[in-house]
C-alpha cells in the first residue's frame, strides 16, 4: 500500500467530487486502470474500494473522480467529507479497460471514470476523431463532465437522460433500438462501463446486433 495525500479536491456533481493526490515514486499505470483505495484513518484503512484512475500516467499527481453514495455510512460517503491533507491508501494498479481503436464508449454513471483518462490521452494525441461517447444518466444534473464531452466530441457525445426530457439530451433507456438508430457500424470495438446490469444487457444487445464479442471491452 502506498500513502497519498489530498491536494486539491472540489465537486463536478451534486454528489461527485474530483479528488487530487500526490504520486508515489515510480508508480505507473495505464489509461483506464484502477486501484484499491482506502481511507488512512482509524476503522476505515482495511475498507478497500476500487476507483479508477482519471489522471494520465505522465501527470506528477493522482487523480480520482468519486461519487458518495450519502444514503448509508460506507466508504464513497466518508470519502465525501474528507479535507485538503487527509490521506489515502492504495494498492498497485489493475484493470481491463484499455483502448483497442477507435469505437464506440458506452457508460452509466460513475461508470465514465475509465473513459475519462482514455479521452484525454486521445485528446492529447490528437487521435479523438472517430470515437463516440453514449452517457446514461438519471438527471441532467447527474451527468459528469457533460461540457468537457461536448466540448471534444461535438455532435459525437450523446447525453442520455433516463428521467428528464430535455434539449440537447436524448431521453429513457439504452436498449437495441437506441443503439440500431446512433451506431451505423458493429463491427467497431465498444467499450462499456457502468452498473453490472447495465453491462450485461448493453453487451447482449451488442451481441445480437453483431458485434463482435472479442471487441467489446468491459470489466470482467
Not at 93 to 99: M, N, V
Request: glycine share 8%; net charge negative.
Amino acid at each position: 500500500m502506498y500513502e497519498v495525500k489530498i491536494n486539491d479536491l472540489f465537486s463536478l456533481t451534486h454528489d461527485v467530487k474530483r479528488i487530487i493526490t500526490e504520486k508515489p515514486k515510480n508508480y505507473n499505470f495505464s489509461p483506464g486502470q484502477a486501484t484499491e483505495v482506502a481511507i488512512k484513518q482509524e476503522k476505515w484503512e482495511n475498507e478497500k474500494r476500487p476507483f479508477t484512475f482519471t489522471s494520465l500516467p505522465e501527470d506528477d499527481f493522482l487523480e480520482f473522480v468519486i461519487k458518495s453514495y450519502r444514503d448509508h455510512d460506507g466508504v464513497t460517503n466518508h470519502i465525501d467529507n474528507l479535507v485538503i491533507g487527509d490521506s489515502l491508501l492504495i494498492d498497485d494498479p489493475w484493470g481491463a479497460i484499455q483502448y483497442k481503436g477507435k469505437g464506440v464508449f458506452i457508460a452509466g454513471g460513475a461508470g465514465i471514470t475509465p473513459f475519462i483518462p482514455i479521452f484525454k490521452d486521445l485528446v492529447k494525441k490528437g487521435e479523438i476523431e472517430g470515437n463516440k461517447l453514449i452517457f446514461a444518466n438519471k438527471t441532467r444534473k447527474d451527468v459528469i463532465m457533460e461540457p468537457y464531452f461536448f466540448d471534444i466530441l461535438d455532435e459525437d457525445f450523446i447525453s442520455v437522460l433516463e428521467k428528464e426530457n430535455l434539449e440537447g439530451h436524448e431521453h429513457g433507456m439504452i436498449n437495441m433500438e437506441f443503439l440500431k438508430k446512433h451506431i451505423n457500424d458493429f463491427s467497431q470495438a465498444f467499450y462499456v462501463c457502468g452498473p453490472d446490469q447495465m453491462v450485461k444487457d448493453i453487451y447482449k444487445f451488442l451481441e445480437n446486433l453483431g458485434a463482435d464479442p472479442e471487441g467489446i471491452v468491459f470489466e470482467k
